[in-house]
């Protein structure tokens, strides 16, 4: 029997058979996530994958985690320059100045969300799109970069101060946060 070709053993795509990537696509990725934690660690770690691959970053994961603190909003946001120049060093993350700058900033703009909107959950979630903007169908050729939700999330966040959050890096959070469903038809996870 052979696999429909969107389909490998029943999941999108894009995971592939490597057991890191499977477990990323079964246990996370579009699942809904409501901690302020997760949500901040993934728009940064978005923001770190832009230019890069997914895979690239999961693989780095633990060592952003480690490096970044657990992603404590709080404890990012309160690094200096000498934790921008120990990170430079930090084998375990992608190491670009602008990136990691962005991360400790975003920190900061992320305080000022959660003082506003009480979460970042708060905040984020309202950024559903309407079902207008969804494809009927979800397979390789219908699962868009951005959409018309994701240039507004990126705009807004940037006249909030974020960096590193354009448009896609928004859909790819949003894809991961559960905020859409991208699971294509066939997948185990639809």
């Excluded at 320059?81 to 602008?98: P, Q």
Aim: charged share 25%.
């Amino acid at each position: 029997m052979t696999a429909k070709p969107d389909l490998i053993n029943q999941r999108c795509f894009w995971c592939g058979e490597d057991e890191l990537y499977v477990n990323y696509h079964d246990r996370e990725w579009g699942k809904p996530v409501h901690d302020d934690v997760r949500l901040f660690e993934k728009i940064c770690l978005e923001g770190f994958q832009s230019g890069l691959s997914w895979y690239t970053i999961l693989k780095r994961r633990e060592g952003f985690r480690q490096a970044f603190q657990q992603f404590n909003i709080k404890k990012v946001a309160a690094f200096t320059a000498a934790d921008v120049e120990r990170l430079l060093k930090d084998e375990g993350i992608i190491r670009h100045r602008g990136k990691i700058e962005a991360t400790i900033h975003n920190a900061s703009r992320a305080l000022d969300l959660i003082e506003e909107f009480g979460s970042l959950d708060a905040y984020f979630w309202q950024f559903l799109p309407p079902a207008s903007e969804r494809p009927e169908q979800i397979n390789r050729s219908t699962i868009p970069a951005s959409t018309p939700t994701s240039i507004f999330l990126s705009k807004e966040l940037k006249k909030r101060g974020w960096k590193f959050v354009g448009p896609t890096t928004c859909y790819a959070f949003m894809q991961a946060m559960g905020l859409v469903n991208d699971h294509i038809e066939g997948c185990i996870h639809r």
